[in-house]
């Protein structure tokens, strides 16, 4: 074939294509960014729950998180805070671990009169003792309190239209009551003592806990996790985080971590 009859077919193809796609009718109209952000939680659980993976971010206000607590040296010669350290911030620890195996530990229970003794106590005592023994594998955990208030709430962006605002999760600064937890939880984590489990402070009811499975009134929900792949999870009651379950979901970390699951 000439180069001309080569360009003379490919013309005649454009045009059919071009013909063809007048003929099609108009596309639906995009998602608004409302209608992504209360659907797309429950649909990327639902693909998330089939594959098995981790289904999102989880964003949660840091409470508690003494792995970095350690000062540093400033470029000045002055004392400073480890740029690492989120503590006070609202943080993703799914983001910051990465492919790292972890341990994500769900809380809804009442703290009161819970200390370093109560089955909550042990196991998060517990898994901050792998932390260490697993450093090379990069093993991380994290315990989430889930106490605010949460739902959707409408947020105007800058330069966007104010009678079309985007509707965001509600997260710390929108529970009037969040000191009193900050305060709750810091006294919990004074007595259990684990500096190398960050503790979260996040809503009851979000797209990250609906995402995650750990909505409704569920006391403890375990997860344990690597390369992204979920691996397994516990459901439990206060009083059935007893010692042979700690070493059961312990021993499974373990398991998960030395046989590489992926």
Not at 139 to 164: I, N, Q, R, S, Y
Request: hydrophobic share 40%; glycine share 8%; charged share 25%.
């Amino acid at each position: 074939m000439t180069i001309r009859h080569a360009a003379l077919a490919l013309g005649v193809l454009a045009g059919a294509a071009l013909a063809g796609a007048q003929d099609q009718p108009p596309a639906p109209a995009a998602p608004t960014p409302a209608d992504t952000a209360m659907a797309g939680a429950a649909s990327f659980a639902r693909g998330a729950g089939r594959a098995n993976v981790v289904p999102q971010p989880f964003r949660a206000q840091l409470v508690v998180d003494n792995r970095y607590k350690q000062k540093v040296k400033n470029v000045d010669g002055t004392e400073g805070t480890d740029p690492r350290n989120r503590t006070g911030t609202i943080h993703c620890l799914v983001c910051e671990n990465g492919l790292s195996p972890v341990v994500a530990i769900f809380v809804r229970a009442d703290l009161k009169g819970l200390d370093e003794t109560s089955g909550l106590g042990k196991l998060i005592k517990g898994t901050d003792t792998l932390i260490p023994k697993y450093r090379s594998d990069k093993m991380a955990a994290f315990a989430m309190f889930l106490k605010l208030e949460g739902g959707p709430k409408p947020v105007a962006l800058p330069g966007g239209d104010p009678d079309k605002p985007v509707i965001a999760a509600k997260e710390y600064p929108d529970d009037e009551n969040r000191d009193l937890y900050v305060t709750e939880l810091k006294d919990f984590a004074k007595v259990v003592v684990a500096d190398n489990v960050p503790f979260g402070l996040a809503p009851k009811v979000s797209p990250y806990v609906s995402a995650f499975g750990v909505a409704g009134d569920v006391p403890v929900t375990v997860l344990i996790y690597n390369r992204l792949r979920m691996v397994q999870r516990w459901e439990l009651k206060i009083d059935e985080v007893t010692n042979e379950k700690i070493s059961e979901i312990l021993n499974a970390t373990e398991e998960m971590i030395r046989g590489k699951v992926k």
